[in-house]
C-alpha cells in the first residue's frame, strides 16, 4: 500500500503498549539473551527504539521541514543505545520509550502535515534524497523490524529445546537481520 | 537454555495480550493484507493459532500422557483456521484466542508435571519420537514464530513506502517462513 500517515501513527502509537506486554515481568531467560556474541537482547533492542525516538525519527523529520535537501541528516549512531541501557532495568527502558514515543507523537500531529508536506525531500547520509513519506513510513517499518528481530532472539532460547520441531518453525531459519 | 516450564508458560500467558495489544482496532490494511497468493494475514494467523488451542497443544499433551509412543498424534490441519475465521471479527478471534489459552493452561497447571513426566515419549505422525518437554518448548517458540511473521507481513505493507530504507530493514528480507 501506499504510505497513509493515519496508519503510520496507528502503528506507532502502539508498539510500546505491545512490548509492555510482551517484555514486562518475562523472565530474563527471555528478555535478556541474545543470539550469540555481538547480537542485541530484547533489553538491548527496547534500549535501541529509545535512542531511536531521541536522536533519529523526530529530529530528521524536523531537518526535513527546516532545510530540506541542503542538510544531511546526522547518521545514526547504531551503538548509541550503550548509553540508554546503562544501569537501567527493563521496566524503566520500556517506560522510557513508551514516554518518548508518546511526546515524539504528539510532537508529529502538532506539525499537522499535509499531503504536499509528505512530498518534500531530505538527504540521508548514506542512501541520499529521502522524502518525508518514506521517513515516516521507515519509521513505523523500523518498530515491525525490531518486533521482529525480538520474537527471533527469544524463539532463539528455544531453539535446542524444541527437538525435531526446529525444522517446522520459521522464525528459527531467518535470515532477515536488521544492519540498521 | 534447557526448557523450563515456567518460563514456557510465562510466555504462553503474555501471547494472547501483546497480540490484543498490537493488532485490535488497528486499520485493516495493516491486519487484513498478506503477503500475496496463498499466504496469510495477520487475521489469519490468529485463527491459525486458535485452531492450534483446540486441536494441537493440549491434545497432543494428553496423548502423549495417556499413550506415550504408542499412537501418533492427529496430524495438524494448517488450513484448518478456515473455518475458525469465517464470518468473524478480528476482536472476536482475539476474544476467542485469549479465552481458549486461559483455558488450555489452567488445563496445563493442574497437571502439575514433574519434570520426569517432562522426558515422557510421544510420536508425531511426521517426526517420529518426541518428548513432551520438545512439545511443550515448541509451543512457546510456534507463538514466537508467528509474532515473527506478523511482523513480517505487516512490515511487507509498507515495501514500497520505505523507498531505500527497505535496504536496511531485515524484516523485508526474512526467510523465515513457517511451514507449520
Redesign the interface.
Known amino acids: 500500500?501506499?504510505?497513509?500517515l493515519?496508519?503510520t501513527i496507528?502503528?506507532l502509537t502502539?508498539t510500546p503498549?505491545?512490548l509492555?506486554?510482551?517484555l514486562r515481568d518475562?523472565?530474563e531467560?527471555?528478555t535478556f539473551?541474545n543470539e550469540g556474541q555481538n547480537t542485541w537482547s530484547a533489553f538491548d533492542v527496547v534500549g535501541h527504539l529509545i535512542h531511536g525516538e531521541r536522536t533519529d525519527w523526530m529530529p530528521r523529520v524536523k531537518v526535513v521541514l527546516q532545510f530540506g535537501e541542503t542538510r544531511a541528516f546526522e547518521p545514526f549512531d547504531r551503538q548509541g543505545h550503550a548509553r540508554e541501557i546503562h544501569g537501567k532495568s527493563l521496566a524503566q527502558l520500556l517506560d522510557e520509550f513508551a514516554r518518548l514515543r508518546s511526546e515524539n507523537l504528539a510532537e508529529l500531529r502538532a506539525l499537522h502535515l499535509r499531503p504536499e508536506d509528505l512530498e518534500r525531500r531530505g538527504r540521508?547520509p548514506s542512501?541520499?534524497v529521502?522524502?518525508l513519506?518514506?521517513l515516516l513510513?521507515?519509521w513505523?517499518?523500523?518498530d515491525?523490524?525490531h518486533?521482529?528481530?525480538i520474537?527471533?532472539v527469544?524463539?532463539h532460547?528455544?531453539r535446542?529445546?524444541?527437538?525435531?520441531?526446529s525444522?517446522?518453525?520459521?522464525?528459527?531459519?531467518?535470515?532477515?537481520?536488521?544492519?540498521?
Open positions: 500500500m501506499q504510505h497513509n493515519q496508519n496507528s502503528l502502539r503498549a505491545t509492555n506486554t510482551l518475562l523472565p531467560a527471555w539473551r540521508h542512501l541520499g529521502v522524502s513519506s518514506e513510513a521507515t513505523a517499518a523500523h515491525l523490524t518486533l521482529h528481530q520474537s527471533r527469544m524463539a532460547q528455544y535446542e529445546a524444541v527437538g525435531p520441531w525444522a517446522y518453525l520459521g522464525v528459527l531459519h531467518c535470515t532477515g537481520h536488521s544492519s540498521s
